[in-house]
């Protein structure tokens, strides 16, 4: 491998290395460094190369001589993952807080991985961030946010810590509509019920023409068997959004449930013509249809 392919190997945006790569990066590492008498460049790649392989310990020894050199901003970045890696967050702390604009980079990956729904990278962003700023609100409510959505998703969680965290969640993020309806919706599908209503009436509170906080909530009441403010609810969200199929299927179930056969058969029809090829869909209202014909 040449040096000029060495160098642009490093600074790719997209890393894969196996062993020999490794290797072979580090021989030619130690032939430049026996040829310059300032080898601050190579020991910054080799602290790179070294974070890459995931050998933490030789990022640290590395990265000691760029860190003092204002050539290399990433140093310190680099040198606080590592130690982070290595569950030394005091020494993290120091190094990130060298960094230029640390604390936005790191808001700025957790928001990017919340909004893609890719709660555990944002949980270690946010982490990191109160590590760098433990009075920061945003890091604080992002932190409290994401870690109820992971609790909420793993089914071997502790009943009384999401109960618990969720409930701090819930109260910092009271400003917030797509977190309480995100915490609403997990919750709805963790049958949370009692916290599911409390997070959706919030974020109804917070965007009163949201079909989808109308939608989940008229679930609880659904799975409550409170049918009429299901009923509502429900019968709200088409009206909201009238192409909604799932709104109307569960109308349709609600009126059932409520002996409204006619609102029932209207609400199947309509879910059919916006899914007409889900099977299950067809299946359960072809049955209620005949059900209701051989009552007439």
């Known amino acids: 491998m040449s040096k ?3 160098s642009s190997f490093l600074t790719s945006d997209d890393i894969t290395l196996d062993s020999d790569q490794v290797l072979s990066l580090q021989r030619e590492f130690y032939e430049l ?14 602290g790179q190369l070294a974070y890459w392989s995931g050998d933490y310990e030789n990022v640290i020894g590395s990265l000691r001589a760029p860190l003092q050199n204002r050539q290399f901003p990433l140093a310190s970045f680099l040198l606080g993952s ?10 993290a702390k120091s190094s990130w807080r060298t960094a230029d604009n640390i604390e936005t980079f790191f808001l700025i990956q957790a928001s990017q991985a919340e909004h893609e729904r890719n709660y555990h990278v944002a949980e270690e962003s946010f982490k990191k961030l109160l590590v760098i700023s433990p009075g920061s609100p945003e890091a604080r409510s992002g932190y409290l946010f994401v870690h109820s959505m992971n609790l909420l ?4 969680s502790d009943p009384s810590e999401i109960d618990e965290v969720v409930g701090q969640a819930l109260s910092q993020n009271k400003e917030s509509v797509s977190r309480q309806l995100r915490l609403g919706s997990a919750l709805y599908q963790a049958r ?13 509170r917070l965007e009163p023409r949201s079909h989808w906080s109308k939608y989940y909530l008229g679930l609880v009441y659904f799975v409550e068997k409170d049918y009429f403010r299901a009923e509502e609810l429900l019968m709200e969200t088409v009206e909201i959004a009238p ?4 709104g109307h299927h569960w109308l349709a179930r609600t009126m059932v449930n409520l002996e409204k056969n006619d609102l029932a058969l209207l609400h199947y029809r309509l879910a059919l013509s916006l899914l007409p090829d889900d099977n299950a869909l067809v299946t359960e209202a072809e049955s209620f249809f005949e059900k209701i014909k051989d009552t007439k």
């Not at 460094?33 to 460049?41: R, S, V």
């Open 82 to 91: 590592a130690f982070w890696e290595l569950n030394k967050n005091m020494d």
């Open 33 to 46: 460094a026996e040829q310059t008498d300032d080898n601050t460049l190579i020991l910054y790649h080799m």
């Open 192 to 204: 949370k019920l009692k916290l599911a209503e409390k997070a959706l009436h919030q974020a109804i």
């Open 4 to 6: 000029t392919v060495g």
């Open 153 to 156: 998703s793993n089914s071997s």
């Open 243 to 246: 192409d909604f199929a799932r």
